[in-house]
């Protein structure tokens, strides 16, 4: 179902890696709809000098946080109630006091049920899967 990469700067130790990846898992599950048991998050750390601002190097932390989802299963409000949830989550672990640099991101990438999946299955291979035991009985009980 989701994945979720979050690339941050400066770098957090595992423990901090860890805790990111139960918040930002819950948020999904809480706010999107998503089933925990396959989500996936990756914490990217990035150094100083990796990550750039306008040309500069942030003097706060920074971070990208991009989750895909299939395309349609989320509506707008609950996409926009995810971002917000995650910044604020964000902004919590990695810059309680002088918050976030401004130019952090969070992206709710749509990917088609046919682009994507896990288990070696597409999400619309799921989706068939899980309609074709219902047509079966349908077209038995018509005839």
Known sequence: MPTLTL???P???AT???ALATALTSLSTTLLGKRREVTA???????????FVDGRIPSR??????IDVTAGTNSAD??????AAAYAELQRQLAPEAGLEPAS???????????????????????AQRQ????????TAVA
Do not use: C, M, N, S
């Not at 932390?61 to 991009?66: E, N, Q, R, S, V």
């Not at 609950?78 to 971002?83: N, S």
């Not at 074709?132 to 077209?139: F, K, L």
């Open 11 to 13: 770098p957090v130790d």
């Open 105 to 127: 991101y969070v992206q709710v990438h749509e990917l088609a049920a046919t682009d994507w999946g896990y288990g070696g299955l597409t999400q619309a291979e799921r989706a």
């Open 16 to 18: 901090r890696a860890r």
């Open 41 to 51: 998050v990756v914490v990217e750390p990035l150094p100083a000098g990796q990550w």
């Open 132 to 139: 074709a035991p219902a047509t079966a009985i349908t077209a």
């Open 61 to 66: 932390p920074t971070a990208l946080l991009a």
């Open 78 to 83: 609950e996409k926009a109630r995810f971002v």
């Open 7 to 9: 690339k941050i700067t």
